[in-house]
T-cell receptor
Framework: AQKITQTQPGMFVQEKEAVTLDCTYDTSDQSYGLFWYKQPSSGEMIFLIYQGSYDEQNATEGRYSLNFQKARKSANLVISASQLGDSAMYFCAMREFANAGGTSYGKLTFGQGTILTVHP | DADVTQTPRNRITKTGKRIMLECSQTKGHDRMYWYRQDPGLGLRLIYYSFDVKDINKGEISDGYSVSRQAQAKFSLSLESAIPNQTALYFC????????????FGSGTRLTVV
């Protein structure tokens, strides 16, 4: 079974500084995908970034980058130049494959979440 | 209009009542999911469906049932609501051929009193 662990219940960062949110995972699959979602106080789930297990380079999307260390089974989210609007809950998630051939993408397993607070 | 629509957005119900949460999508995705979010526990999978004739239990299906009425519709029912089912519920869809192709609804905040 897949497992995602986020060990930081809460994080604080000063505006304009960078922050790293930790995520470790456990899976026996050779092929998998890792996601980060943002959940503001309004409740919706906002997709931030995706990393495939065979992607050679770390994923980046604007101010978001995913520090993927396969051997250590970690997929940390780095937010550069934090903004007040980055204050939210952040979830790490893993996608499994729905079939043995690994060509059909299935359900997501989520971590517990990290609440990020950006101070002015 | 949203790609994945959940109704109602908020609901307060009494213990023992039957309640249905509805989800409809315009993404054309075959795969649909119901998740529950509780503080400190993240999102946990209740049920999922890979097509109209395929329904599967997730990790916390006890006390819940689902119905896949059509490709676009996936409903979650609480047969007899209890207070510890108070949570934020999300419906999601996915494209099996797209690695990152998941779409979430806006959520239903359910309170059981």
């Amino acid at each position: 079974a897949q497992k995602i662990t986020q060990t930081q219940p809460g994080m604080f960062v000063q505006e304009k500084e960078a922050v790293t949110l930790d995520c470790t995972y456990d899976t026996s699959d050779q092929s998998y995908g890792l996601f980060w979602y943002k959940q503001p106080s309004s409740g919706e789930m906002i997709f931030l970034i995706y990393q495939g297990s065979y992607d050679e380079q770390n994923a980046t999307e604007g101010r978001y980058s995913l520090n993927f260390q396969k051997a250590r089974k970690s997929a940390n989210l780095v937010i550069s130049a934090s903004q007040l609007g980055d204050s939210a809950m952040y979830f790490c998630a893993m996608r499994e494959f729905a079939n043995a051939g690994g060509t059909s993408y299935g359900k997501l397993t989520f971590g517990q979440g990290t609440i990020l607070t950006v101070h002015p | 209009d949203a790609d994945v629509t959940q109704t109602p957005r908020n609901r307060i119900t009494k213990t023992g009542k039957r309640i249905m949460l509805e989800c409809s999508q315009t993404k054309g995705h075959d795969r649909m999911y119901w998740y529950r979010q509780d503080p400190g526990l993240g999102l946990r999978l209740i049920y999922y469906s890979f097509d109209v004739k395929d329904i599967n239990k997730g990790e916390i299906s006890d006390g819940y049932s689902v119905s896949r009425q059509a490709q676009a519709k996936f409903s979650l029912s609480l047969e007899s609501a209890i207070p510890n089912q108070t949570a934020l519920y999300f419906c999601a869809t996915s494209d099996p051929g797209t690695a990152s192709g998941y779409t979430f609804g806006s959520g239903t905040r359910l309170t059981v009193v």
